[in-house]
């Protein structure tokens, strides 16, 4: 008898510790393997409101949904455009300032309507004279057709020629002054490195200037085999060149040029 209460005290002892041991009714065993990371639920007292920062350079962004395929290259122009108009309204950027076009005369205008038409009418007869030729004709009947049709029109070439010749002047003198690009000063080590990406371009260069006196005596096989080989032999070089001189660009940007000075052209 004492044997049997004492196995039925220590069961009931056990039972209720088992049931203290729960976090909340019906939870079960908590796996305590790993301790649990502090993830709040909400944001931390003072942090309401804030979100986070955008980019410092929104056109990267633009930029990697055109190579994700989210937006084309017209959509992407068009949100560029939008957003240098808004850094130009809140004087973030400053956009030199384009001449004023001058007004040509009512005779000039005429003149160029007259040309316009004229060389219109060319152009249609001469498509039209190719048309006959067939949609077999080879390139060198449709060379030789176009040849044919420019001698026997030769003498309304040369009046339209004139024609254009007579108000040149005139068209030139209605040109706005180019304003004078302000000029930018690299420093010796930006200058360093700009030659040194221009000798890997000629290097290249030259390297493909060989492969392609190659390819005068040798078949349509063997020149994609070499055309093939060229590639795999400078992939190397064209990525660092191209990676190069973006990463240089930028670094011209950065450091030199203004809004007034445009961008740089490597």
């Known amino acids: 008898m004492k044997k049997y209460l004492i196995t039925l005290f220590t069961t009931c002892f056990l039972f209720s510790t088992f049931l203290f041991a729960q976090s909340k009714p019906g939870a079960g065993f908590k796996d305590r393997s790993k301790p649990e990371v502090s993830k709040p639920e909400g944001k931390p007292d003072g942090a309401i409101g804030l979100e986070k920062p955008e980019a410092r350079k929104p056109f990267e962004k633009i930029k990697q949904a055109i190579k994700d395929g ?9 949100k560029i455009k939008l957003i240098k108009d808004k850094l130009a309204e809140n004087g973030d950027i400053r956009r030199p300032q384009r001449p004023t076009k001058g007004e040509l005369s009512e005779e000039v205008k005429t003149q160029l309507d007259g040309i316009k038409e004229k060389q219109e009418a060319l152009h249609s007869e001469l498509k039209e004279s190719l048309a006959d030729l067939g949609e077999d004709a080879t390139k060198e009947e449709i060379k030789a057709a176009a040849q044919e049709f420019k001698e026997a029109n030769k003498e309304r070439f040369e009046a339209i ?42 290097e290249l260069h ?61």
Do not use: C, G, W, Y
């Not at 989210?70 to 068009?78: D, G, H, L």
């Not at 068209?171 to 080590?189: D, F, M, N, V």
């Open 70 to 78: 989210k937006i084309t290259q017209k959509e992407a122009v068009e």
């Open 161 to 202: 020629k004139s024609e254009h010749e007579a108000i040149r002047e005139e068209l030139k003198a209605s040109r706005p002054a180019r304003p004078e690009r302000p000029q930018i000063e690299l420093s010796e080590e930006l200058k360093a490195k700009v030659a040194n990406l221009k000798d890997k371009r000629e």
């Open 206 to 266: 030259q390297a493909q200037k060989e492969m392609l006196t190659t390819l005068k005596d040798a078949s349509k096989e063997e020149r994609k085999v070499i055309i093939e080989q060229f590639k795999e032999n400078n992939k190397a070089k064209h990525r660092e060149i191209k990676e190069t001189a973006k990463a240089l660009k930028e670094e011209i940007r950065d450091q030199v040029e203004t809004e007034a000075t445009r961008t740089s052209d490597l």
